[in-house]
């Protein structure tokens, strides 16, 4: 999640759920999640966020590599093909950060949170106050030592901004007490055994709840117990457009989608945690909302990033069902062959057991101005210690060294008569402005394009690569990683195009959109 990302595994444990409707007997009906990108935090703390994720990363796919590779999503009940549901996405430049947010609802009555929308994690998690479950188990600390004096949102009441610092605002906490439908999970369970990242061992009875105690490398830290509830999603008919369009309005069919595994943060340290009152896990995982929430709703997710500098009010959507914009008939056209105009495009989607939860793809090459570029293959091969993973908790595109060198290298050339500047974290850097009239330059930016198996193309917007970094100044906005080591497409990469992830038939699609409706 780059750009605190919530640094890393950002922990994000929703599990298991199924859908009930709660009105309406309409079976064609769709749901949706509101995407929000969070004022702009400095590129250095942003590369630093991300190289801290890449620590993560890295370490976490070495212990995946000596795992069998049997675990798989577990399958929920299927929907019919035409239901979807939408949620609120937006960029989080407002509040510093390089993360999107997601406006999430939980517990029975729904208490609204502001959660970080992270690819990477497979446990979701609230900041939360301590649940009387815990209150007489030694594996557990003191809760939050703060005040909660102010009651908690009620569902149709507006979301206030997160708190820049800790403690969070009065209110912005789960009370599991106060839901009908919360339940802790068991120390002895297979979830809490088997399937959550970080759980600590001490089980004093078998009943005791499940405890985790997730570390991260800048030093954070969330710790809690997990159970599951009830997340609250507005339904829709015909698919995400009118799913979206539900989200927005007040007369909204709502239903439940239960067994949502949760964990509740009861104490946290460190920055990576106060910009949002938790995380949503995206990733692929047989806990994580994601895999969940696509089980019941056609196999598959999307979401669309909008410029990750865009002004709050700047709203796209998470989706789980079929995207319209993404059917077979706007596939056919343009999938895998080049197209005059930006189409979908399609790519084999890799849920390989050494880069999970990640999200990874096949690159078959890397391009500038239609030129191929001298890289070594096993850059991109996760067998030689390669690969290729799309994560929208890193800011900045991360290429490993190989790669790297030989793509800035020709970027740098196209853009050698301009003037160079250095700022940190970036290597090239240059002076955009013009000395006679004090404007921006007129200059060319070389076209970048990333070259997927099944013949697809992905070429960014020039502001993805060559991106502003201070008035009058760009730099090419990709970072060097570590060889051997993964490559990835961070979000302001990703950012102005619609992705889907088909966990189902193993496919991502992807196309050019402006993502506001």
């Known amino acids: 999640m780059a750009g605190r990302r919530m640094t890393l595994p950002l922990l994000v444990l929703l599990a298991a759920a ?54 798989t999503a577990k399958p929920s009940k299927a929907a019919p093909a035409s239901e979807a549901f939408a949620m609120p ?6 509040t510093g950060t390089g993360q999107y947010f997601v406006r999430f609802r939980v517990g029975t009555p729904a208490q609204p949170f502001l ?69 802790p999970i068991p120390c002895s369970s297979d979830t809490c055994t088997a399937s959550l990242p970080f759980s600590l061992a001490a089980c004093r009875t078998p009943g005791s709840p499940c405890a985790y105690d997730y570390r991260y490398k800048d030093g954070s830290a969330a710790r809690g117990t997990v159970g599951s509830d009830s997340a609250t999603i507005a339904l829709s008919g015909r698919g995400a457009a009118a799913a979206a369009v539900a989200s927005r309005s007040r007369r909204q069919r709502r239903a439940k989608l239960r067994g949502v595994v949760l964990g509740c943060t009861t104490s946290y340290s460190g920055d990576s945690f106060v910009a949002s009152d938790g995380v949503l896990s995206l990733g692929y995982s047989n806990i994580s909302f994601a895999s969940h929430a696509a089980g019941r709703f056609g196999g ?34 343009c999938a895998g062959t080049p197209a005059a105009v930006p189409g979908a495009r399609q790519t084999p989607l890799l849920l390989d057991h050494r880069l999970r939860p990640f999200y990874a793809v096949t690159v078959n090459g890397v391009s500038v101005d239609g030129e191929l570029l001298k890289i070594p293959r096993l850059v991109w091969n996760i067998e030689r210690g390669g690969g290729t993973i799309l994560d929208s908790g890193t800011s900045l595109t991360v290429l490993a060294s190989p790669a790297y060198r030989v793509v800035v290298a020709a970027l740098s050339k196209k853009l050698a008569a301009l003037p160079r500047v250095i700022m940190d974290p970036f290597e090239y850097c240059y002076n955009w402005t013009s000395p006679s009239t004090g404007e921006d330059l007129t200059v060319p930016v070389p076209d970048l394009a990333f070259h997927l198996a099944g013949a697809a193309r992905l070429q960014p917007p020039a502001k993805s690569y060559v991106i502003d970094a201070a008035p009058g100044v760009k730099c090419i906005g990709v970072q060097e990683g570590e060889w051997p080591g993964v490559s990835v497409i961070g979000n302001i990469l990703q950012q102005e195009h619609l992705w889907e992830f088909d966990t189902k038939n193993r496919r991502l699609r992807f196309m050019r959109s402006r993502c506001t409706q």
């Open 18 to 71: 199924f859908l009930a409707a709660t009105t309406g007997s309409n079976s064609k009906s769709s749901a949706v999640f509101e995407l929000i990108h969070r004022e702009q935090a400095t590129w250095t703390e942003l590369a630093r966020n991300d190289r801290e994720r890449m620590a993560f990363i890295s370490s976490r796919g070495r212990r995946r590599a000596a795992e069998t590779g049997t675990a």
């Open 89 to 94: 996405l937006s960029s989080g430049a407002y």
């Open 115 to 183: 959660l970080v929308a992270d690819t990477g994690s497979d446990l979701t998690w609230v900041k939360c106050l301590r649940p009387a479950a815990a209150d007489d188990d030694p594996a557990f600390g003191a809760g939050y030592g703060y005040s909660y004096g102010a009651p908690a949102p009620t569902d149709s009441s507006p979301l206030p901004a997160p708190s820049s610092s800790s403690p969070p605002p009065h209110g912005r906490v789960f009370r599991p007490d106060d839901s009908r439908t919360w339940a």
């Open 300 to 333: 598959r997710f999307s979401y669309c990033l909008v410029d990750h500098l865009a002004p709050r009010n700047a709203t796209s959507y998470l989706t789980f069902g079929r995207n319209p914009a993404l059917s077979p008939a706007a596939r056919t056209a």
